[in-house]
């Protein structure tokens, strides 16, 4: 999907197993230049809204990026008396196959389907598990992959 990077759009943030109470952060960034924060504490939504589907809008209002790639950095907050503050903090950094271009937009609303971790994490928080079973539980989730490291580049080396 490629949309101008001067263009106003809309991510529809599918929602794969219809937990909506769960606090979020969701940066969406560009390597070069630009930053939008998409939010949900568990009362408020902010940058994003809640649609009557599950699904979640976020409507990219003058962001300023950059032409480059869109990524977005997800961040799941959830309640866990095992952690000595709470919350078992769950972050992922993907891709989003969005390319901001100079170019022509090809549409204006785009649709990405993310395997939330937390999902993942709460089917083996819900019971316990022998050690056999952790593997039964998780042999269909494919971890993200993680964020590729930019290669550093000389430019105008004196000798």
Do not use: W
Not at 112 to 140: G, K, M, R
């Amino acid at each position: 999907m490629r949309i101008n990077y001067q263009s106003d759009f809309k991510i529809i943030e599918k929602n794969l197993n219809g937990d909506v109470n769960t606090p979020f952060r969701f940066t969406y960034f560009n390597p070069f230049k630009g930053k939008f924060i998409a939010s949900f504490d568990g009362h408020e939504y902010v940058g994003c809204s809640r649609m009557e589907d599950g699904n979640l809008l976020v409507a990219f209002d003058n962001p300023c990026f950059s032409p480059g790639m869109l990524k977005v950095k997800r961040e799941y907050f959830i309640s866990d008396s095992d952690f000595q503050d709470g919350i078992c903090n769950l972050v992922s950094v993907e891709d989003t196959g969005i390319v901001l271009t100079t170019g022509k937009t090809d549409e204006s609303t785009v649709e990405i389907t993310s395997y939330p971790d937390y999902a993942a994490y709460n089917s083996i928080q819900a019971f316990p598990l022998s050690d056999n079973e952790y593997e039964d539980v998780l042999s269909d989730f494919v971890p993200p992959l993680p964020p590729e490291e930019e290669e550093e580049t000389v430019t105008n080396l004196e000798i």
